[in-house]
């Protein structure tokens, strides 16, 4: 007797088997497509914020629920004129203006303004005692609505609304529509001993709204 109900024990698992990897496979792709997902860093343009190779995390559905806000890292849709590599249409930035936003380059101490004030960027690439201007031109521009101005924390390396501005002068193809943000990376998770929270830099909490 204990025999026979051993047996159809190991049986019903044989048949459940299939359904059960069937599920976790299918609550996989789910999460993958509208929660989380893992993106790895191609390119110099977040250093040293995000090194090459770094992995990471970024949440799909925050965005859902309300707009990019400044000073988060986001991975967005590239537009075309953007992407050096036709296939390299995810871009991950950091954004630093939102619509309405008036900024300015710079105060007397080199430092953007954002509607009215300076903003310390200790996330600036910085290597061998040198550190990346906040920008390498003068501008004053006002982002329009429902669009972001983006840019990487290694200024001098970095495809961003700056660089698109300088080049076109043309708002609307600097900057990047909210509609085109994928998610938000908030954390690094590899290589291990890179692994960081990646949360908002506290100067941006001296912004004002536009």
């Not at 190779?53 to 000073?71: E, M, Q």
Request: aromatic residues 10%.
């Amino acid at each position: 007797m204990i025999d026979e109900q051993t047996d159809k024990r190991r049986s019903s698992f044989w048949r459940e088997l299939p359904i059960l990897l069937g599920v976790a496979i299918l609550v996989a792709v789910l999460v993958r497509a509208f929660v989380l997902q893992t993106f790895y860093i191609p390119s110099p343009s977040m250093e040293h914020t995000l090194d090459i190779y770094d992995r990471v995390l970024v949440n799909k559905l925050v965005y859902d629920f309300r707009s990019p806000h400044r000073g988060e890292v986001v991975v967005f849709e590239a537009p075309a004129d953007w992407r050096s590599n036709p296939d390299g249409e995810d871009f991950i930035k950091r954004v630093i203006g939102v619509g309405g936003d008036h900024i300015v380059c710079c105060d007397p101490d080199q430092r953007l303004i954002i509607n009215g004030q300076s903003l310390d960027e200790p996330y600036l690439f910085s290597e061998g005692g040198t550190t990346d201007l906040a920008a390498d031109e003068s501008f004053d521009i006002t982002v329009p609505k429902g669009r972001l101005w983006m840019m990487g924390d290694h200024r001098s390396a970095s495809g961003d609304s700056l660089e698109h501005w300088e080049r076109t002068r043309d708002l609307n193809s600097s900057t990047i529509s909210e509609d085109a943000v994928i998610g938000r990376a908030f954390v690094v998770f590899w290589p291990v001993g890179r692994a960081k929270w990646l949360s908002v830099p506290k100067p941006f909490d001296k912004v004002p709204d536009a």
